[in-house]
């Protein structure tokens, strides 16, 4: 049984573009799988798919029980939680807290258990100390990990990123990287970043012209030779 299964999954813009061509792979429980390929490949067109934002031409997707289709997005999100790429994106409320405990609200959680999510995922991101400070003010290492704690909140099996470590500091990516390390959850892993992808991810899948053109362990697909 797996966690995640993409089948066959093909997806043009509505100007015609297309950007996946037949992309098949599934993921088990608890599996880090590194997403790359040049710009144009068709990382964030999947990743879209995967969270529910965007909707194949055809093919399929499933997360946990679940087809990701516009009936069942409510399911997805508590199942699946995507980081994007640019953390302004994510964050849109007075302070971090209350962006961290954003999702759990929504999803009707008791404010004691919602509480306990905010010091939970804020925690595992290094992130405590900036619980009461307004998003818009913090550092680019600081937004991502603040976007990072809200996805974890909802307590998600399956965690996608795009592009983590993009705009980050040395100290600020080398905690990242600990971070994802860390964390338990089945990773989704988008990034130009190859030497993350090898810390964080054993597997890639290298997508090219929106068609997965190779699928096997990082340190092999990945070897620096
Ligand atoms: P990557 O994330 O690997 O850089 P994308 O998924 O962003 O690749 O892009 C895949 C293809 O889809 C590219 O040809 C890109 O130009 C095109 N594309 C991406 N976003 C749009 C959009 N909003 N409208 C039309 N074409 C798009
Ligand atoms: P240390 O473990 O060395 O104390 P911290 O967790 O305090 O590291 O983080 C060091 C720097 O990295 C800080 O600027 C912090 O904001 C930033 N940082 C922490 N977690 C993340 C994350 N998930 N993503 C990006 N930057 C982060």
Redesign the pocket.
Known sequence: HHLVSVTDLRFS?P?G?P?LDGVTFTLHHGESVGLV?G????????LLHLAGVLRATSGAVRVGDWPVTPGTLREVRRSLGLVFQDPDDQLFMPTVEDDVAFGPRQLGLPEPEVEARVVDALGRVGAAHLRRRPPHRLSGGEKRAAAIAAVLAMGPSVLVLDEPSSNLDPAARRALIGQLRAFEHTKIV?SHDLDLVLDVCRRVLV?SG?RVIADGPSDELLADD
């Open positions: 813009y100007d573009t950007a390929g710009n144009g490949a068709g990382k964030s067109t999947l988008a997508l929106g």
